[in-house]
């Protein structure tokens, strides 16, 4: 079975605490699409000074706060995504503007009226920029050890930046996963 074998749309894909690569560094990526081509996904947790209404002014206003842009990842800055996490009882099949990921997380057609969008989700992320792998790629890194692949909530794609994600989800996951979450990163600094 190869290593990337349980990465689907919508899990999560956390960088173990060995990550050193600076674009991964205790991150978070939600997985946007995964197939035999390679995978695309977005870093949850690296917010940026930029304000959405700065480079989406129609989209601005309707962000999750911090109404910031996140980075999602060093391929393609210039590119802009957007998730949403859809309000109880929504479905993104059949509505202009959404194509649904998993469950309750869609991906948001930033050409489509946000006015129509928004009444139907709970929370709105954009991101610069995506985490991309190639085929084969990403199941060199989970074997080498680079990620751990744990299920996403729903909150995970609206997560706030106060809140430490990559210890939180790695907590979650029970003992002996947890423990990693109190990895101090540089074992030189311990």
């Keep these: 079975m190869p290593a990337d074998a349980e990465v689907e749309p919508g899990t ?6 060995t990550m050193f690569d600076a674009n991964f560094r205790r991150t978070v990526v939600f997985v ?3 197939r035999v081509e390679g995978t695309l996904g977005v870093v949850l947790n690296r ?5 959405v209404g700065d480079v989406l002014p129609s989209w601005g206003r309707h962000v999750a706060e911090p109404q910031a842009v996140f980075v999602g990842g060093p391929v393609e800055k210039k590119t802009a995504l957007c998730l949403a996490a859809l309000r109880a009882g ?18 948001v057609d930033l050409d489509a009226d946000p006015d129509v969008l928004v009444p139907k989700v709970r929370g709105l ?4 920029g995506y985490a991309g792998w190639d085929s084969g790629q990403l199941a060199g890194e989970i074997e080498r050890g680079d990620w751990l692949i744990v299920p996403a909530l ?23 996963t947890a423990l990693l979450a109190t990895h101090p990163g540089d074992l030189q600094r311990n």
């Excluded at 999560?12 to 605490?17: F, G, I, K, W």
């Excluded at 917010?47 to 304000?51: K, Q």
């Excluded at 106060?162 to 979650?172: A, I, N």
């Design 90 to 107: 929504e479905s993104a099949t059949g509505v202009p503007g959404l194509i649904g990921v998993r469950g309750p997380v869609a991906l």
């Design 125 to 128: 992320r954009v991101f610069a």
């Design 12 to 17: 999560l894909l956390v960088a173990a605490p």
């Design 47 to 51: 917010p940026s000074d930029v304000p």
């Design 32 to 34: 946007i699409d995964h």
């Design 154 to 176: 729903p909150s995970d794609v609206l997560a706030t930046p106060e809140r430490d994600l990559w210890g939180q989800v790695l907590r979650r996951q029970g003992v002996p």
